[in-house]
Nanobody, 115 residues
Framework: QVQLVESGGGLVQPGGSLRLSCAAS????????MGWYRQAPGKQRELVAV???????NYADSVRGRFTISGDNAKNTLYLQMHSLKPEDTAVYYC?????????WGQGTQVTVSS
């Protein structure tokens, strides 16, 4: 199993930045992929960014060029650096890990972009 704990959410003004963190209970070397997803009120959960074990990344079109996903193997921590935030980025952000075909989710962290 993999336990995931997100942190770093909060209230930020449009154009601002935030960095989300996701601490995993297992080494990244045992996890196939990790990613960030988000869910806004009344909408389905959607992919934001993923990173595979080899380091390849993929982003949703809506965040490409503004968000960066990265991982620190020594700390077993996944990050999402977010710049140029927009009100439409407001959502609960979830961390997900995929290991041996199973999926694990964190509890989520709220990001609110508002003036």
């Amino acid at each position: 199993q993999v336990q995931l704990v997100e942190s770093g959410g909060g209230l930020v003004q449009p154009g601002g930045s935030l960095r989300l963190s996701c601490a995993a209970s297992r080494s990244f070397f045992s996890i196939a992929t990790m990613g960030w997803y988000r869910q806004a009120p009344g909408k389905q959960r959607e992919l934001v960014a993923v990173i595979a074990g080899g380091g390849s990344t993929n982003y949703a079109d809506s965040v490409r060029g503004r968000f960066t996903i990265s991982g620190d193997n020594a700390k077993n921590t996944l990050y999402l650096q977010m710049h140029s935030l927009k009100p439409e980025d407001t959502a609960v952000y979830y961390c997900k890990a995929t290991r041996l075909g199973d999926e694990y989710w964190g509890q989520g962290t709220q990001v609110t972009v508002s003036s």
